[in-house]
Every structure is written in structure tokens, then in C-alpha cells.
């Protein structure tokens, strides 16, 4: 069975721009969720996503958006890149079952740089 | 906002040895999950804990879950080189949101 994969691996970008990062998960995970690794704040979890809606959400602000299609494939998109925007981003896939004792699989990360 | 702190942050052990890495939460959660991640590499799932006293052993890793004291710890028996890495532990609250430990540094020295 394929893993959780992620495209592009490696990016950078300039201040203002904007990007999108794609998720493809597991076959037959229906959740997806996005966090972001940063050697000052660590992991932390930008949002949720389980049959196309945005089911959880962390402490981003606006720029940071996503959507989950109907093969649940999903995309992250930032706006208005800044500096500190600069990290890794993963993407993880789970079952989602009940009770929450789904285990997520997570992908290899896209890298953003941003100048 | 809970908080999710683990310590050692940092572990220098020689093989063969035992430790064990610490993980307080600040606020009520039955769901507690230790990752492992590789430099340069993405995040892989170690254990997942559900209930109070539950205990799970993979190898020379062992991880248990105390909700009443909402401590977990991940013990290392007879530390090889291979298990060097970066241990994460995290949190799901009810909001069903993962919430992330500052990680635990791993390296096992001959």
C-alpha cells in the first residue's frame, strides 16, 4: 500500500507570494490533517480535514487555508508569505474512526523557504 | 490551550542502558500517541494509548499512560545505536485536536 505522499518536496518562495502544498493520502483514509514543524515552535496543528470539511482547526492565522477534495486528496495554501512562514509542513492520513484510535500516517513533508 | 511538555529534552545515553522520557499534559485526555522522527525524515507511529494503565511494548521501547496524573513515559530497555532520534509525544484533546510535546532528542552512544 502506497503512503501518504506530498508534493513538492522543496520550495521556496519570496516574501508576499503565495503557495500551494498537496497532500495525497493513504487509499482509503478519509482524514487529513496539515501541521507545521518549526525548530522554535515545534509541531503544531493547522487543521483538519474528513470527507471535504475543515472538521478542526489551530492557531493560524487566515492566510493559511486549505481543502480537501472528493478522492480526499488535499491542498494547503498560504498567502501572503512571511518570513516565518518558513518550515516544514506535513501532511498526515488516518482512518478516522470512531473513538479516536486511528493511527496517523504521516508523509515525508514539503520544505518552504521563504526569502 | 493544553500544554504538552516532555523532558528530557535532550538524552545522551550509552548502549545498553535504560531511561525513560517524560510527557505531562496540562488538561484532561484519554488519547496519548508517541511518534519517532529520523533527522531529515517525516514522523513515524510508535505507540498509541487510550485508557488509564494502558501499556504498550514495541522491542526495547515501552510507553504507559497515567490520566489521573496525565504523565506518560516511554522507557528505553538496553539502548542500541538504531534507536537514536527524536521522540515526540501528543496529545489529542476533545476537540479532537492534536497537541504536541517539544520532542526528546535521542543519542545512543557505543
Known amino acids: 500500500k502506497a503512503g501518504v505522499t506530498q508534493t513538492p518536496r522543496y520550495l521556496i518562495k519570496t516574501r508576499g507570494q503565495q503557495v500551494t502544498l498537496s497532500c495525497s493520502p493513504i487509499?482509503?483514509?478519509?482524514?487529513v490533517s496539515w501541521y507545521q514543524q518549526t525548530p522554535g515552535q515545534g509541531l503544531q496543528f493547522l487543521f483538519e480535514?474528513?470527507?471535504?470539511?475543515?472538521?478542526n482547526k489551530g492557531n493560524f492565522p487566515g492566510r493559511f487555508s486549505g481543502r480537501q477534495f472528493s478522492n480526499s486528496r488535499s491542498e494547503m495554501n498560504v498567502s501572503t508569505l512571511e518570513l516565518g512562514d518558513s518550515a516544514l509542513y506535513l501532511c498526515?492520513?488516518?482512518?478516522?474512526?470512531?473513538?479516536?484510535?486511528?493511527?496517523?500516517?504521516f508523509g515525508p513533508g514539503t520544505r518552504l523557504l521563504v526569502l | 490551550e493544553l500544554k504538552v511538555e516532555q523532558n528530557p529534552l535532550f538524552l545522551s545515553m550509552q548502549e545498553g542502558k535504560n531511561y525513560t522520557i517524560y510527557c505531562n499534559y496540562s488538561?484532561?485526555?484519554?488519547?496519548l500517541y508517541w511518534y519517532r522522527q529520523d533527522p531529515g525524515k517525516s514522523l513515524e507511529s510508535l505507540f498509541v494509548?487510550?485508557?488509564?494503565?494502558a501499556v504498550k511494548q514495541e522491542g526495547r521501547l515501552m510507553a504507559s499512560l497515567d490520566t489521573k496524573a496525565r504523565l506518560s513515559t516511554l522507557h528505553i530497555t538496553a539502548a542500541v545505536h538504531d534507536l537514536s532520534a527524536t521522540y515526540f509525544c501528543?496529545?489529542?484533546?476533545?476537540?479532537?485536536?492534536?497537541?504536541f510535546g517539544t520532542g526528546t532528542s535521542l543519542t545512543v552512544i557505543p
Open positions: 498526515a492520513s488516518s482512518l478516522a474512526t470512531s473513538g479516536g484510535k486511528e493511527t496517523q500516517y
Open positions: 487509499s482509503g483514509h478519509r482524514s
Open positions: 480535514y474528513f470527507s471535504e470539511t475543515q472538521r
Open positions: 488538561t484532561t485526555s484519554d488519547r
Open positions: 494509548l487510550l485508557s488509564n494503565g
Open positions: 501528543a496529545v489529542k484533546n476533545t476537540g479532537n485536536q492534536f497537541y
